[in-house]
């Protein structure tokens, strides 16, 4: 069936290390986004990609964030030197397109906790 | 004021009722609207989505959009304790353009009691 296979699916990082999170799309789906969700169910969205290509990327932290998605490999999310305030659940999803209509299927999601 | 606004609940019914959930949202020119469920610890999972005003059902859930009033609504028939999970309300906007990103609502938590 349709899988966004996320891995790690716990991860946990000490204040100022390093995390990275990965994300291999379900087979023929163009468009990539990830998601971070912390307390009381708020979802925000940080990046989105269109096969390799950054599509919107407004909401992605100035700093210490950064996301890729390359060919022949999973996208990737990565928090270089971790804040405790990073700690949550991060949501990769995929779609074969952005048009109306059109199913996003969620990965189940990789818990940082960063202590 | 929030971009997509739900009530956080907890919303309790019984067994059988109709559980009513509502959302409202600032973007007025948005055009996709959906309801994804998730329960704890899950990823969300897609149950509706609405793209034009009226009632659009599916099953026991219905959803109904009012663009004028800018609201979002889903509707569960005959509630099972199954239906017991976090109902979120998201919004693709369209002032910038589509870029297929949601806007989520902060989430109703549904409890329906056997």
């Known amino acids: 069936g349709e899988e966004v296979a996320q891995t790690p699916k716990h991860l946990v990082r000490g204040e100022g290390q390093k995390a990275k999170l990965y994300c291999p799309p379900i087979?023929?789906?163009?468009?990539v986004f990830w998601y971070q969700q912390v307390l009381k169910n708020e979802f925000k969205f940080l990046i989105s990609?269109?096969?390799?290509?950054?599509?919107?990327e407004t909401g992605m932290p100035k700093e210490r964030f950064s996301a890729k998605c390359l060919p022949n490999s999973p996208c990737s999310l990565e928090i270089q030197a971790t804040k405790l305030e990073d700690s949550a659940v991060y949501f990769c999803?995929?779609?074969?397109?952005?048009?109306?209509?059109?199913?996003?299927?969620f990965g189940e999601g990789s818990w940082l906790t960063v202590v | 004021q929030k971009e997509v606004e739900q009530n956080s609940g907890p919303l309790s019914v019984p067994e059988g009722a109709i559980a009513s959930l509502n959302c409202t949202y600032s973007?007025?020119?948005?055009?996709?609207f959906f309801w994804y469920r998730q329960y704890s610890g899950k990823s969300p999972e897609l149950i509706m989505s609405?793209?034009?005003?009226g009632d659009k059902e599916d099953g026991r859930f219905t959803a109904q959009l009012n663009k004028a009033s800018q609201y979002v609504s889903l509707l569960i028939r005959d509630s099972q304790p199954s239906d017991s999970a976090t109902y979120l309300c998201?919004?693709?906007?369209?002032?910038?353009?589509?870029?297929?990103?949601?806007?989520f609502g902060q989430g109703t938590t549904l409890q329906v009691k056997p």
């Open positions: 990609f269109q096969n390799e290509n950054v599509f919107d």
């Open positions: 998201a919004v693709n906007p369209t002032f910038s353009g589509n870029t297929g990103k949601l806007i």
């Open positions: 609405i793209y034009s005003n």
């Open positions: 999803a995929s779609s074969q397109s952005i048009a109306g209509g059109n199913t996003i299927y």
């Open positions: 973007d007025r020119v948005s055009q996709s």
């Open positions: 087979k023929g789906h163009s468009y």
